[in-house]
């Protein structure tokens, strides 16, 4: 009895940690993001060094866009036509960031998201750990990035 009622104050305890992402929270995806490191579903790491390519998300309430950039040493971005439209889903089981292009759909679970970093994971179990960049002026030329 005493075992089995630890476990379910350890079960309860361990569920309750789970963030809750609110609608509030979604703002904080605007902006550049760069992949960090990839988390594999059996507990390989793969981190990433200096990265050419950035996500630029723009999304407003529920709705936006996910753009691939390309940082340049002036410190501005080059944009691609690469873009997926965004929908943000709220459900019981976690929030979700569904993806859709002329060519497919996929959806990413939220599992968290502050200022500085976010994490997904998509349907293959691998989580995806993005940090917030800003534009770097490598060439010093005294211009100021925006």
Same mark, same amino acid.
């Given at each position: 009895m005493k075992n089995s009622f630890i476990i379910l104050v350890l079960s309860l305890l361990f569920v309750s940690c789970k963030e809750q992402i609110k609608p509030a929270d979604i703002a904080k995806l605007n902006g550049y993001w760069e992949i960090e490191k990839v988390v594999f579903d059996e507990g390989d790491v793969k981190d990433y060094g200096m990265n050419e390519n950035? $996500?630029?998300? !723009?999304?407003? %309430? #529920?709705? %936006? #866009?996910? @753009?691939?950039?390309?940082? !340049?040493? $002036? %410190?501005?971005?080059? @944009?691609?036509? #690469?873009?997926?439209?965004?929908?943000?889903?709220?459900? $019981?089981k976690g929030t979700f960031l569904d993806y859709k292009t002329d060519y497919a759909k996929w959806s990413e679970e939220l599992i968290s998201v502050s200022d500085k970093e976010f994490v997904v994971k998509n349907e293959q179990q691998k989580e995806y750990h993005y940090k917030k960049t800003a534009p770097i002026n490598i060439l010093n030329d005294g211009k100021k990035t925006k």
């Open positions: 950035f $996500d630029f998300f !723009q999304i407003k %309430g #529920t709705k %936006g #866009t996910r @753009t691939k950039v390309m940082a !340049q040493l $002036d %410190g501005t971005f080059l @944009t691609t036509n #690469t873009f997926e439209n965004v929908s943000v889903r709220f459900t $019981d």
